[in-house]
């Protein structure tokens, strides 16, 4: 997350925004709540960073900012949920990689429903252009999100084998 949230969407040089796909993750690996917060604190001090000394635009810094800990917490909480199901069987990684879908949907929903709605930024908000909105950036934080998670479930398959392995060894 330290590294990718300056850019939201990438170019050349920088990988794209990381960070729902780290609280994702951070909910199906570290599980713990006080490290929930911790991930929160460090996303809302590298906002704030990156809008103070890196020149990123503070747009969106509204009132709606106030719901990415909800947004976040679907994230979080739908891999702790699913943590107790993760092996190493290709239909656990397909299963963790289905639940990451659906909370990424929910936590970009939250995000992008309350900044529509709460944020000030439109000045005759409706359905159809809140759906308009939803349909053209969706996807693309939804995609970004479900291809880190994909190469972390990969890496995780490949460390599951490789201990299996080592394990065999160690027995024969």
Request: with cysteine; glycine share 8%.
């Given at each position: 997350?330290?590294?990718?949230?300056?850019?939201?969407?990438?170019?050349?040089?920088?990988?794209?925004?990381?960070?729902?796909?780290?609280?994702?993750?951070?909910?199906?690996?570290?599980?713990?709540?006080l490290v929930f917060g911790f991930?929160?604190?460090?996303?809302?001090?590298?906002?704030?960073?990156?809008?103070?000394?890196?020149?990123?635009?503070?747009?969106?810094?509204?009132?709606?900012?106030?719901?990415?800990?909800?947004?976040?917490?679907?994230?979080?909480?739908?891999?702790?949920?699913?943590?107790?199901?993760?092996?190493?069987?290709?239909?656990?990684?397909?299963?963790?990689?289905?639940?990451?879908?659906?909370?990424?949907?929910?936590?970009?929903?939250?995000?992008?429903?309350?900044?529509?709605?709460?944020?000030?930024?439109?000045?005759?908000?409706?359905?159809?252009?809140?759906?308009?909105?939803?349909?053209?950036?969706?996807?693309?934080?939804?995609?970004?999100?479900?291809?880190?998670?994909?190469?972390?479930?990969?890496?995780?398959?490949?460390?599951?084998?490789?201990?299996?392995?080592?394990?065999?060894?160690?027995?024969?």
């Open positions: 997350m330290v590294t990718t949230r300056f850019k939201h969407f990438g170019d050349a040089l920088h990988l794209p925004d990381a960070s729902m796909a780290v609280f994702f993750l951070g909910g199906l690996y570290l599980r713990r709540h991930f929160l604190v460090l996303a809302v001090v590298l906002d704030e960073v990156s809008i103070h000394y890196a020149g990123i635009s503070d747009f969106c810094m509204t009132a709606a900012y106030a719901f990415l800990p909800l947004a976040y917490a679907a994230l979080w909480y739908g891999g702790r949920l699913y943590a107790q199901e993760l092996t190493g069987s290709w239909r656990s990684l397909l299963g963790a990689f289905g639940v990451a879908f659906v909370c990424a949907v929910l936590c970009f929903a939250i995000s992008n429903g309350s900044f529509y709605w709460l944020g000030g930024r439109y000045a005759h908000p409706h359905m159809a252009e809140y759906l308009q909105r939803l349909w053209q950036w969706g996807p693309l934080f939804v995609r970004t999100t479900l291809s880190y998670v994909a190469v972390a479930l990969l890496l995780h398959a490949v460390l599951q084998r490789l201990a299996g392995a080592g394990a065999a060894q160690v027995r024969a």
